[in-house]
């Protein structure tokens, strides 16, 4: 899925590692071409790391998805079932929201699974099948998921309502 990386030329983002984070999320920071954290990452990442509740604000592309999303893979146990639920508005925001977690998943064994509307429901059953530690979704898949019995949030420690506003406003009150 990725090209392949030479490792040892990848210099670690020290100012990542002082918010409390470990090497294989540096070696993907890295490889992403990130080298300080942003005003929210930096706000929030060592909150969510000693495990408080965290409500951010911050304008499109300030780093918000890795903002909560590596708090998440850090203290995400790859030996457990599904452990954080990120709920966006869209299926566009899931694939995104998806794909950037994938990618700081690079060097980690957490898995990370989308589940959206307008996707094939059996893909997305088999892949739910195999046990992700992070599952993003819009409400009404979520839903769906869960009423089939192929979503389990048993182990769930985080929820994440990104761009809840939105959420909101298109009528997903109830779903939430």
């Given at each position: 899925?990725?090209?392949?990386?030479?490792?040892?030329?990848?210099?670690?983002?020290?100012?990542?590692?002082?918010?409390?984070?470990?090497?294989?999320?540096?070696?993907?920071?890295?490889?992403?071409?990130?080298?300080?954290?942003?005003?929210?990452?930096?706000?929030?990442?060592?909150?969510?790391?000693?495990?408080?509740?965290?409500?951010?604000?911050?304008?499109?592309?300030?780093?918000?998805?890795?903002?909560?999303?590596?708090?998440?893979?850090?203290?995400?146990?790859?030996?457990?079932?599904?452990q954080a639920l990120i709920l966006t508005p869209t299926r566009e925001l899931a694939v995104q929201v998806h794909?950037?977690?994938?990618?700081?998943?690079?060097?980690?064994?957490i898995k990370c699974v989308a589940v959206y509307g307008g996707a094939p429901m059996g893909t997305q059953l088999?892949?739910?099948?195999?046990?992700?530690?992070?599952?993003?979704?819009?409400?009404?898949?979520?839903?769906?998921?869960?009423?089939?019995?192929?979503?389990?949030?048993?182990?769930?420690?985080?929820?994440?309502l990104d761009e809840v506003d939105r959420m909101l406003d298109i009528g997903f009150r109830d779903d939430i």
């Amino acid at each position: 899925m990725f090209p392949p990386i030479d490792e040892s030329t990848l210099v670690l983002p020290e100012s990542f590692r002082a918010l409390g984070l470990g090497d294989p999320l540096l070696k993907a920071i890295a490889a992403m071409g990130f080298e300080e954290p942003t005003p929210i990452q930096e706000g929030m990442i060592p909150l969510a790391l000693a495990g408080k509740d965290i409500l951010g604000q911050a304008r499109t592309g300030t780093g918000k998805t890795a903002a909560f999303g590596l708090p998440i893979l850090q203290l995400a146990d790859r030996d457990r079932g599904t452990q954080a639920l990120i709920l966006t508005p869209t299926r566009e925001l899931a694939v995104q929201v998806h794909n950037e977690i994938v990618q700081l998943a690079r060097f980690s064994p957490i898995k990370c699974v989308a589940v959206y509307g307008g996707a094939p429901m059996g893909t997305q059953l088999r892949r739910l099948a195999q046990g992700p530690q992070i599952v993003v979704g819009t409400p009404g898949r979520v839903q769906d998921m869960i009423d089939r019995g192929a979503l389990q949030l048993g182990e769930a420690r985080w929820a994440v309502l990104d761009e809840v506003d939105r959420m909101l406003d298109i009528g997903f009150r109830d779903d939430i």
